[in-house]
Structure formats: C-alpha cells, structure tokens
C-alpha cells in the first residue's frame, strides 16, 4: 500500500491567488514528482526531485514553483493562479536505491481556477 | 526521445468478455514498461511491470501483459472483466534508474452489464 497524500483534494479559487499544493510521502522514497493531467492527454512532468534540496523542472512549462526540504515532503506552489492552470496534478515518488523508477502515486489534487 | 502510444482512447467490453488494451513504445534503451490504472477521483494504481525476464508478467486484479519486443508492444490483457474493472488505464515507459518515465494518453474502459 502507497503512503503518499496530497490535500488539499479538491480547490476552487479566483485568479490572481496564491496557491500551495501538499504532498507528502512515508516511504523515505529520494525522488519525487508532480504531473500535470488534462483529459485524454498523457501525463505531463512538470517537476521533480533526487532528494532534499534538489528541484529540477520537467518537460511541461509550468508556472509554479516546487521545494523539497525534507525528504517526505513536496509541495507545489502558484504564484498567481490562473484559469490556464486548471487540471488535474499528481503527486508520484519513487525509490532511488530500487533504479527501477517504480512510482507510487497520491490521489491528485483538482484544481479549478476562475 | 522516448514516447508512448494508446491508440484506443474508449473501449466498451460486455462484463464476463475478454480484454485487451494495447500499449506501443519507443524507446532507444531496454525498456521498463508498466501498466497502471486510475479510477474517477484518484491517483494511479500500478498493476504490473516489466523489467527483464519472463516476458509474460501477471499484475494484481487478474490482469497479465505481454511484451514483445519485435512489436514494441506490451498489452494488457485480462480473460474475463468484472464491472470494477471500468476505469482509465495509462501505460509508462522508462529505464533503469532514469527519471524519464513517459505516460500514454490512457484508455478508459466502460464495462457494460
């Protein structure tokens, strides 16, 4: 059983807010992750993580920005929500020491910006 | 680069039938390849994977994939759907301790009754 948890679960904001996105781990996994999922599209890396302090952007242009200064947590972060960021965002970690880049997925935040 | 393709976005099977999803890859390196499934509201379940070896791999819920090289292949199969099989099932690639893991589109399942 995954231990990975996002909150909040849902959100409904107004543009021009700030939001932060919660996600945590128990599993001591080093690497974690955020997707970025619209529907019928694949899922879209827009950051990720080798372990404290480290944060390198994915393949997605995002406007949010991520930090990691514990290990079990993982948070995502926008400046300034707008309707362009609404979507569906997946938080996923995975264990270094495996190499088999097995990811473990929380249950996705939904976020509405209007 | 590395890329993942669905190319059934629906797919409708009567409870009971037979499925099958397909899954086609590109990938430069030996690939890891795996099958996960996501129901409405949540996040996604891993249900198998491939990383060397028997190339017929069985997963959790009864279902099984089949990799084939000479295909680039890996579809999941399962022999007799249940209702709560009716969900999106998103196939991945990846390599050995690479973060590069790239997602196919997902295909959702309707199981009818």
């Known amino acids: 059983e995954a231990d990975i948890y996002q909150t909040p679960r849902y959100l409904v904001i107004g543009t021009g807010k700030k939001i932060t996105l919660e996600c945590s781990q128990t599993?001591?996994?080093?690497?974690m992750y955020w997707y970025q999922q619209d529907p019928g599209m694949e899922l879209h890396l827009i950051h990720y993580?080798?372990?404290?302090?480290?944060?390198e952007k994915g393949d997605l242009s995002s406007e949010s920005t991520v930090s990691r200064i514990r290990t079990e947590h993982f948070p995502l972060t926008l400046e300034s929500a707008r309707p362009s960021h609404t979507s569906q965002y997946l938080c996923?970690?995975?264990?270094?020491?495996?190499?088999?880049?097995?990811?473990?997925f929380g249950p996705g935040t939904r976020l509405t910006v209007l | 680069a590395q890329s993942v393709t669905q190319p059934d976005i629906h797919i409708t099977v009567s409870e009971g039938a037979s499925l099958e999803l397909r899954c086609n890859y590109s990938?430069?390196?030996?690939?890891?390849l795996f099958w996960y499934v996501q129901s409405p509201g949540q996040g996604l379940q891993l249900l198998l994977k491939?990383?060397?070896?028997?190339?017929l791999v069985q997963g959790i819920k009864g279902f099984e994939a089949e990799f084939k090289r000479s295909q680039s292949s890996f579809n999941l199969r399962k022999p007799s759907v249940h209702w709560s099989d009716a969900a999106e099932y998103f196939c991945a690639v990846g390599a050995y301790n690479n973060n590069d893991m790239r997602f196919g589109a997902g295909t959702r399942l309707t199981v009818k009754p």
């Open positions: 599993m001591g996994h080093d690497k």
């Open positions: 993580s080798y372990g404290v302090n480290s944060t």
């Open positions: 996923a970690s995975s264990d270094r020491d495996r190499g088999n880049n097995e990811q473990f």
């Open positions: 990938y430069g390196a030996t690939p890891y």
């Open positions: 491939y990383f060397s070896g028997d190339t």
